[in-house]
């Protein structure tokens, strides 16, 4: 966990979860994934059968987030993160991994995000929990879309 909020798996920040659709085909799981992704009007990156059984849809969500103490605008970075789905017959496993955090002159990955500004700068937790919660609600919507 980084700071014992953003799930880690192996240094990245990585969320990543199987579920089971009983009765729902492979063509039903993607139709709803994608969308799923119309409805939040991501860009599907990548849409493409891996083999018979495997199907994978990719895409890049973008969102806003308030870095620091005070709601001042230049305080909100763009946070960038990719969504990938795996489906099979009545399973599919989402994957939001590959963060970063978007500045005017730089791309940072958010798992050293600030760590390298002022040697005895304290992250920012409100900051990962925010993003925490971000990330929880587009997992809750795309669970409850996958289930239609």
């Given at each position: 966990?980084?700071?014992?909020?953003?799930?880690?798996?192996?240094?990245k920040?990585?969320?990543?979860?199987?579920?089971?659709?009983?009765?729902?085909?492979?063509?039903?799981?993607?139709?709803?994934?994608?969308?799923?992704?119309?409805?939040?009007?991501?860009?599907?990156?990548?849409?493409?059968?891996?083999?018979?059984?495997?199907?994978?849809?990719?895409?890049?969500?973008?969102?806003?987030?308030?870095?620091?103490?005070?709601?001042?605008?230049?305080?909100?970075?763009?946070?960038?993160c990719?969504?990938?789905?795996?489906?099979?017959?009545?399973?599919?496993?989402?994957?939001?991994?590959?963060?970063?955090?978007?500045?005017?002159?730089?791309?940072?990955?958010?798992?050293?995000?600030?760590?390298?500004?002022?040697?005895?700068?304290?992250y920012?937790?409100?900051?990962?929990?925010?993003?925490?919660?971000?990330?929880?609600?587009?997992?809750?919507?795309?669970?409850?879309?996958?289930?239609?």
């Amino acid at each position: 966990m980084l700071l014992d909020i953003l799930p880690l798996k192996g240094q990245k920040v990585v969320y990543t979860k199987v579920h089971e659709v009983i009765d729902a085909s492979k063509l039903q799981l993607s139709e709803n994934a994608q969308a799923w992704f119309q409805e939040h009007e991501l860009r599907i990156a990548h849409n493409q059968a891996l083999d018979e059984r495997h199907h994978q849809i990719e895409g890049e969500l973008q969102f806003q987030e308030l870095w620091g103490p005070n709601d001042f605008p230049e305080l909100y970075k763009s946070v960038y993160c990719t969504i990938g789905l795996t489906l099979i017959n009545e399973r599919y496993q989402y994957q939001i991994s590959n963060f970063i955090v978007k500045e005017p002159q730089s791309e940072i990955q958010l798992e050293i995000y600030k760590m390298d500004q002022k040697k005895l700068q304290k992250y920012n937790p409100d900051f990962y929990k925010r993003i925490d919660a971000k990330i929880k609600s587009i997992i809750a919507s795309l669970e409850l879309k996958m289930m239609e």
